[in-house]
RNA sequence: GGCCCCGUCGUCUAGCGGUUUAGGACAUCAGGUUCUCAUCCUGAAGAUCGCGGGUUCGAAUCCCGCCGGGGUCACCA
């Protein structure tokens, strides 16, 4: 049994987006899987669409996820460079094998007469084929003009590691360009080469190559080469509508649910999800249990369309299970901007209070800025509420000073503050929701918040009175 | 148009001829958790298994036909 290794090979086109990175956690769950390896390539052919930076940016985004790479254009490996655009004399070798027994030739049509054909086609009704139309004495290849791969067109029957057993007629055998009259090679040929040198078992890669397969089974053969093991993955389809995600469905940059805070393992989670079960009725796998679980036959062949509320949802769940230290360090760069002066036992008082009610990591400063910052009393946010909206202001006052003294008279740790704001309760002869609500929005100014008596603990005895009295003279100055 | 793939609640899915009155999760709605929001718990609603034929005592599951959607037919990957 060869040792298995498997590849990532995305063009420097621009960002990663969840689409393309579910390709790439397939992969590496098959290669982790089998202790084996998992290679980064960077398909660089096409300089005309290439993006600057994309490179590192895709980089980024696996290294942020955990999706490391064993061999790759930054970490040497036996079969580097890892780059296309490094391997041109490595395509030119092969081509050269394949002129020589008779399986390439030169391409000598212009691209007028090239779109000449295909409208023949068109207006016929065919598929276009080129080797309807291969040349009677093709010219010498000097690399001016490109190469074709001369097809030997023959029925197909192949097993994909995800799709199952599939059959082509030898209609879908054509004559593919090889070598770009700029020097450089086609995907077709180029990632042929490559994972037969860089010796890739299992070629895992998504639904739009599948029509290829022949064509590459073809070019297998008259390389004298075994193909890998193939499998196809369905798209990631984009929430409305039925077709593939892409960047116009507005897919997001991988990176910015790092910027957004969402954790890296839930994104994992909910990719490996997307379109993938063990067939138990388990939601959320550790990247550990993914490794040992994931099995290629077990993923859907159909496309899968991209959820952000489940991801949301997953994300919270993630943010939940956090101990809290963890959590301290992830959340760092999400403050609001007044908690920088504050100390990291308070806000980690902070956070444990807002843990639960946490989907991402940007929602911090709008849940907890009541903590940090200086208050101005918002009048709507009684008028506003059913238990307290019809209280005339002098109750409200009244409820308040009472609940002032009282509470001046506690050490605000937990405990004492309930058994206080129960003392309280009888006291006044108040309903919770009338009593805690409107302490609550003394306190917070803030249209929800944590429970009253563990936001009054963190806020601290001078801070709570103050902005309780402040909330008192608000009322009394709408009296007058 | 040729070829190929796909088709179970709004969404992700379980299901591999009988334990299925089609199960779970997200989302939605309702109730409970001393106040709001969230968590948590309980419950509700939600799928004539794309449609039509067969095979079978019995079909979401097997066969045939159709329909719908997607992919591909680039000197892009």
């Known amino acids: 049994m060869k040792p298995v290794r498997t590849r990532f090979a995305p063009s420097p086109t621009g960002f990663l987006h969840v689409g393309g990175v579910r390709t790439a956690l397939f992969a590496w769950l098959v290669a982790k899987q089998a202790s084996g390896k998992f290679i980064l390539r960077i398909e660089d052919t096409d300089k005309n669409r290439e993006v600057a930076e994309s490179e590192q940016h895709i980089m980024q985004s696996l290294k942020w996820l955990g999706i490391e790479w064993d061999e790759g254009p930054d970490k040497e490996g036996s079969y580097g460079p890892y780059k296309q655009s490094e391997r041109l004399a490595t395509y030119k ?4 094998k394949l002129i020589d027994s008779g399986r390439a030739y030169a391409d000598p049509y212009t691209a007028e007469q090239m779109d000449a054909f295909r409208q023949e086609a068109r207006d016929n009704k065919q598929p276009f084929l080129f080797r309807n139309h291969r040349p009677e004495n093709p010219p010498i ?8 791969f ?16 599939l059959h082509t007629g030898p209609e879908v055998v054509d004559d593919f360009i090889i070598m770009k009259s700029d020097g450089y090679p086609t995907y077709n040929f180029a990632h042929i080469v490559d994972d037969y040198e860089m010796k890739i078992t299992h070629v895992i890669r998504s639904q739009e190559f599948i029509a290829s397969v022949p064509k590459f089974l073809n070019l297998y053969e008259a390389l004298e080469i075994e193909h890998p093991i193939l499998a196809t993955v369905p798209f990631v389809m984009a929430p409305d509508g039925r ?7 507005g897919a997001k940059d991988i990176l910015d649910y790092k910027r957004e805070g969402y954790l890296p393992e839930a994104l994992i989670n909910f990719m490996a999800l997307l379109g993938w079960n063990d067939g138990t009725e388990q939601e959320i796998f550790t990247v550990e249990e993914l490794i040992e679980k994931f099995d290629l036959a077990r993923v859907q062949k159909s496309g899968a369309k991209f959820d952000d509320q489940r991801l949301l949802w997953m994300n919270g769940t993630y943010i939940r299970n956090l ?8 959340v760092k760069d ?3 901007a007044s908690a920088e002066v504050y100390d990291i036992e308070y806000k980690r008082e902070v956070l444990r209070l807002v843990q639960d ?16 910052e200086d208050l101005t009393v918002d009048t709507s946010l009684i008028s506003n509420n059913k238990n307290l909206k019809d209280l005339p202001n002098d109750k409200l006052a009244e409820l308040l000073t009472i609940s002032q003294d009282k509470l001046s008279n506690t050490t605000f740790k937990a405990d004492d503050l309930s058994q206080c704001l129960n003392d309280l309760l009888t006291a006044t002869d108040s309903k919770p929701a009338v009593l805690f609500s409107v302490l609550r929005i003394a306190t917070t100014q803030a249209p929800f918040s944590p429970g009253l008596a563990e936001t009054l603990a963190v806020l601290g005895k001078e801070r709570s009175l103050g902005r309780i009295k402040q909330q008192i003279e608000t009322l009394h100055g709408a009296l007058d």
């Open 93 to 96: 070798q092969w081509a050269i």
């Open 141 to 148: 290849w000097d690399g001016s003009m490109p190469l074709r």
């Open 150 to 165: 001369k097809s030997d067109p023959k029925t197909y029957s192949w097993h994909d590691a995800v799709m199952g057993d």
């Open 243 to 249: 077709k593939k995600l892409g960047k116009r469905d």
């Open 323 to 330: 101990n809290i230290d963890r959590l301290i360090d992830e």
């Open 334 to 336: 999400f403050w609001p």
């Open 357 to 372: 009610r946490l989907k991402f990591f940007a929602e911090l400063p709008s849940l907890t800025t009541f903590f940090f």
